[in-house]
């Protein structure tokens, strides 16, 4: 195994946004056969240390490649596309006034001891979510639009903070 090899081809996968859950999960669960503390207890201490290196290398892998955010952010930062999270002008002003209508929503629906209005809100952006998704996979290994892709990330990034904020909201509300 290469030490500086990116976490795809750690677990020998393709460099893709559209993985086997499954096969990351049992090429995780081979490296960490191979690699893990438990095995090296008994070895000198640099093979311990490299033991241990290599877990956390593949534990950040695996972590990094479950998510489909964090993946597709990987993804990004592999071909060199940032996603400029600081710099809101790389959102266009219509996202923008969405995220606050959507902020707003949630505020007043929560202020008002809402739930089927947060409920509504959580299914839609849930379905925002999974279509988004969806719109990233062609993106990235489709049409290969990195520029595109970073765009969508950013709004992906919203949509699944705006989802911890209704969850909240909802137990504030049942609670």
């Known amino acids: 195994m290469d030490f500086n090899a990116d976490y795809f081809a750690l677990f020998d996968l393709p460099r893709r946004f559209r993985i086997d859950a499954a096969q990351l999960d049992a090429r995780y ?5 191979q690699v893990h503390p438990d095995r090296f207890a008994d070895a000198d201490d640099a093979q311990r240390r490299l ?7 593949a534990n950040e ?3 990094a490649l479950k998510k489909p955010l964090s993946r597709a952010i990987y993804l990004l930062e592999l071909a060199g596309q940032g996603i400029d999270l ?13 995220q606050m209508e959507w902020r707003e929503t949630v505020a007043e ?16 952006v849930r379905a925002s979510i999974r279509s ?24 992906l990034m919203f949509l699944e903070r705006l989802l911890v904020d209704i969850d ?6 049942e609670a």
């Open 109 to 124: 629906a929560r202020a008002a001891q809402a739930a089927p209005e947060l409920e509504d809100l959580d299914q839609r």
């Open 51 to 57: 033991s241990l290196q290599w877990a956390t290398r």
């Open 29 to 33: 669960r081979d490296v960490q056969a």
């Open 132 to 155: 988004g998704y969806e719109e990233l996979a062609d993106l990235l290994d489709d049409r290969k639009d990195l520029v595109q892709a970073s765009d969508r990330v950013r709004r």
């Open 61 to 63: 892998a695996y972590l």
């Open 168 to 173: 909240e909201a909802l137990e504030a509300v």
């Open 86 to 98: 600081a710099d809101n002008r790389a959102m266009s002003a219509e996202f923008l006034v969405e």
